[in-house]
């Protein structure tokens, strides 16, 4: 399970507060109603603050090679 620090939890705890108000941007400026989408601008902005908080889960598309005779 992931570890993440009592600073990440309060910029998560706040910006979730945001969403509920509905004071709560993105970065494109409308306005956020997704629950998902507010815990993760809650994270990137505890990232950019240094607090500790696991790496972004990329995906990482999977190329096939073919094989030449």
Same mark, same amino acid.
């Given at each position: *399970?992931? &570890?993440?620090? !009592? &600073?990440?939890?309060?910029? #998560?705890?706040? #910006? *979730?507060?945001?969403?509920?108000? =509905? +004071?709560?941007?993105? =970065? /494109? =400026? @409308? %306005? #956020? +109603? /997704?629950? %998902?989408?507010?815990?993760?601008?809650?994270?990137?902005?505890?990232? %950019?603050?240094?607090?500790? #908080?696991?790496? %972004? &889960? $990329? /995906?990482? @598309?999977? $190329?096939?090679? !073919? !094989?030449?005779?």
């Amino acid at each position: *399970m992931a &570890k993440y620090s !009592k &600073k990440a939890s309060r910029k #998560v705890e706040k #910006v *979730m507060h945001e969403k509920k108000r =509905g +004071t709560l941007r993105s =970065g /494109s =400026g @409308k %306005k #956020v +109603t /997704s629950r %998902k989408q507010a815990i993760a601008i809650g994270l990137s902005e505890a990232r %950019k603050e240094g607090a500790k #908080v696991p790496k %972004k &889960k $990329t /995906s990482r @598309k999977k $190329t096939t090679r !073919k !094989k030449s005779s």
